[in-house]
DNA sequence: TGCTTAATTAAGTCAATACTAAAATACAAA
DNA sequence: TTTGTATTTTAGTATTGACTTAATTAAGCA
C-alpha cells in the first residue's frame, strides 16, 4: 500500500486523472500537459510504474500509459473499510451514551 | 486536498486506523502502541491535526483524539469518481473497438 | 550506417520530512 | 507554590524527494 505516497504529490495525481479520463496517453501527450520538463515527469511516472498505479505498452518509439485499476480499487477498499469501522465505533458511542442518560433517568424518578 | 501527504506516513495512517476503531484515545494510550518516541508521535498528531484529519478536545492534562470524518468522506468522494470515470473510459474504449470490428466484417463479406 | 524522435537515467543541488534529546507548557493535586 | 503527569515545542541532524542539466538508451527511417 505504498500507493499513498505515490498520489501524495500533485502532479502524479494530476497524470492519474488525466489517465482516467483519457484512457490512455503517451508520455509526450502527458508531458505536454505541464510546465515541468519532460524528465521531471519521466521521474513521477517512474514512481506511479513502481507502485503499480500505471502500467505501459510499447508501440514504436512510444510509450503508453494506462492507469493499473488494481491499487486504486485496494485504496477505495481501505477507505471504504475504515469509514465503517468510524461509523461503528461512532454507533457504540451512541448507544453507550443513551443507555447513560436513560439510568440517570432511573435514578431521578 | 492534502490528506494524501498526512496519509502516506505509515504511523499516521496507523494511527488514523486505531481511531476509527477505538472511537477515541488520548495521546498517552496512542504513544504507548508504537516503538517510536512521545515527541514523534506527538509531530505526527501535528500534522493530523493541521490536516484536519483529526480533532482533539482537552479532559484536564490529557489531550484526547478524535477522527473527524470529512476529509475521510471527501478522499472516499474522490476515489469512487476516479474509478467511475476509468469504468466510464474503458466502456468508450469497448465499445470504439467493437465498431472497428464490425466494420472490419463488412469489408470482408 | 547515421539521423531523428521519444523517453529515460544519471549526477548534482535544494527543500521538505522524520527522528532524537532537551526544554517548555499546561493542568491538577499535594 | 511546589511537584507530578501529560503533552508539545525547539533545535539539530540525517534521510528522502523533486527538480535541473547533461548524457544515454531505444526504435524507426533516410
Redesign the interface.
Known amino acids: 500500500m505504498d500507493t499513498?505516497?505515490a498520489?501524495?504529490e500533485p502532479t502524479r495525481?494530476n497524470i492519474?486523472?488525466m489517465l482516467?479520463?483519457?484512457?490512455n496517453l503517451s508520455a509526450t501527450d502527458i508531458y505536454s500537459k505541464f510546465k515541468a520538463s519532460p524528465p521531471a515527469i519521466s521521474q513521477h511516472l517512474k514512481v506511479l510504474r513502481e507502485a503499480k498505479l500505471v502500467r505501459v505498452e510499447k508501440r514504436a518509439q512510444k510509450r503508453i500509459y494506462f492507469?493499473n485499476?488494481e491499487p486504486?480499487?485496494e485504496?477505495?477498499q481501505w477507505?471504504?473499510i475504515?469509514?465503517e469501522?468510524?461509523q461503528d465505533?461512532?454507533d457504540?458511542?451512541e448507544a453507550l451514551l443513551q443507555k447513560q442518560i436513560s439510568k440517570t433517568q432511573e435514578q431521578e424518578r
Open positions: 499513498f505516497t498520489l501524495a495525481r492519474m486523472e482516467a479520463v483519457s484512457g492507469v485499476p486504486m480499487k485504496l477505495e477507505i471504504k475504515f469509514t469501522r468510524m465505533s461512532h457504540r458511542l
